[in-house]
């Protein structure tokens, strides 16, 4: 099977706690601006959002 439909956590339950503790230590804690809800998940798996500069050549990826 391949790496990106293996089943259970991808990152561990240690690294998990460092990266809530680090956002903790720079005090996002604060609810979603946007919708106001106040609860908290890290999900398992990053996001990589590309930034383009020009509307008119949009490049969507499949």
């Known amino acids: ?3 990106s439909q293996k089943e259970g956590p ?3 339950d240690d690294f998990q706690r460092s990266v ?3 956002l903790e230590r720079v005090g996002a804690q604060k609810p979603c601006p946007r919708c106001g809800n106040e609860s908290f998940a ?4 990053f ?4 930034v383009q500069d ?4 949009i490049a969507f990826q499949e």
Request: glycine share 4%.
């Open 10 to 12: 991808i990152f561990a």
């Open 42 to 45: 890290l999900l398992d798996g």
């Open 20 to 22: 809530i503790a680090a």
């Open 47 to 50: 996001v990589n959002p590309i």
């Open 1 to 3: 099977m391949p790496d």
């Open 54 to 57: 020009n509307l008119s050549a």
